[in-house]
């Protein structure tokens, strides 16, 4: 019912060309240089997709030694992993992204990032997360890393066989603490019926 995907990408700062990140071009002094048009994010999407369903990876499909993906819009990269995505029988729930670079700041552009991804994937922005982070201490200022979660569901699958599919996963640790919880609690005691005295007609309580 489920399948996850990962994808990771790197790309080296570089001046004289834009900046695309998410398949929105930002205002800075430098670009990401790279075969297509550089776009960490959007590499890394493509992988995530590929690799949620088994299908390779983003260089066996666009080699970089192919002039055809010279300054190629890295949306159809996506289009094309999305193809494999459907013919395999899934379609994408949500994805998570994270974005490791010194500058710029992401935070002004979040908004339209995740909504331009979330268009490019066919989802809800709201199924889309952006977060950046800053590599202090990596070596790596000159560069833009990018890392992405995919969660891909069958097709056709409503949401309470998603519910039942993921209750039937095993959780071995999980049921071993849930367990461990209820053997913990001691059960309730019984109460003893109580024994109503009778008074006789002397008034004194008899049993």
Known sequence: MFRIGYGWDSHRFKGGIPLKIGGVTLPH???LAGHSDGDVLLHAVTDALLGGVAAGDIGAYFPPNDKKWKGADSAVFIREALKKVAKAGYAVSNVDCTLILSTPKIGPHARKIQARVAELLKIAPGNVGIKAKTPEGMGT???????????????????EHRLEAAEETP?????????????????????????????????????
């Open 141 to 159: 200022d000159n560069a833009a890393i990018a890392h992405v979660a995919v969660l891909l569901v069958k097709k056709g699958a409503s949401g």
């Open 29 to 31: 002094d430098r670009g």
């Open 171 to 207: 959780q071995p640790e999980v049921d071993q603490v849930v367990e461990q919880m209820l053997q913990s609690v001691e059960p309730p005691k019984k109460k003893s019926p109580k024994v109503h005295a009778r008074r006789g007609t002397s008034g004194a309580e008899t049993s």
